[in-house]
Each structure stands twice: as C-alpha cells, then as structure tokens.
Nanobody, 123 residues
Framework: QVQLVESGGGLVQAGGSLRLSCAAS????????MGWFRQAPGKEREFVAA????????YYADSVKGRFTISRDNAKNAVDLQMNSLKPEDTAVYYC????????????????WGQGTQVTVSS
C-alpha cells in the first residue's frame, strides 16, 4: 500500500517554472514506477512523465519533452516534477501515481494516486 500527497502547485505566468513534489508513504515505494498525469477541465486525464523504480529510465509526453524533468529520491520516498517554460496549455490538475508496470503511460496501469495539485499558467 502506498499513499501519495502532491504539493507545489500554484499560479505562474507563461514562461515561468514550478516544481511539484509527491511525498509517498509505504515501505515498497522504491519498487514502483512513478508517474505524473494531468487533467484539464473537460478533458481526459493525460500522461505527462514516468520514471522507473531505479530512477534510471524516464519517459515523457511529447508535449512536455525538453521542458519537464521527473526525478525521485527513494531514500526520502519522494518524486518531483520540475516544470520549466510553462505554457497556458499546461494548466491542469497534476496527479502523482505509483504503478507496477515499467514506464507505463496509461493511467489504468497505475495502482495508487494522489489527490492532485492545481497548476495554472496565465498568458
């Protein structure tokens, strides 16, 4: 069992940066692939980034590649999402998720979810 709590969302101007954090509880955190998803109003939840249990392998959605960086610290049971060069279309609720499938990009492949944190990018 893993509990996830996101933080770090907020309001930022286009071109700015935010760093989202996800704090996890549970002894098996280090064995999970960690992912970030987002959901904008009226849209489906979409994949943003994933990171393997070891932290070695990553995968990003094309829309954020080169702007976002996912990282994890297994000793601290935490995973972060550094978001740079933010655009208004990045506005969404961002969710942290943990799953057993390596670098999965489908939300149904994840077993545990946080409550989400709002990111709003103004133009």
């Amino acid at each position: 069992q893993v509990q996830l709590v996101e933080s770090g969302g907020g309001l930022v101007q286009a071109g700015g940066s935010l760093r989202l954090s996800c704090a996890a509880s549970g002894r098996t955190f280090s064995s999970y692939t960690m992912g970030w998803f987002r959901q904008a109003p009226g849209k489906e939840r979409e994949f943003v980034a994933a990171l393997s249990w070891s932290g070695t392998n990553t995968y990003y959605a094309d829309s954020v590649k080169g702007r976002f960086t996912i990282s994890r610290d297994n000793a601290k049971n935490a995973v972060d999402l550094q978001m740079n060069s933010l655009k208004p279309e990045d506005t969404a609720v961002y969710y942290c998720a943990a799953g057993s499938y390596e670098l999965a990009q489908i939300w149904a492949a994840y077993d545990y979810w946080g409550q989400g944190t709002q990111v709003t990018v103004s133009s």
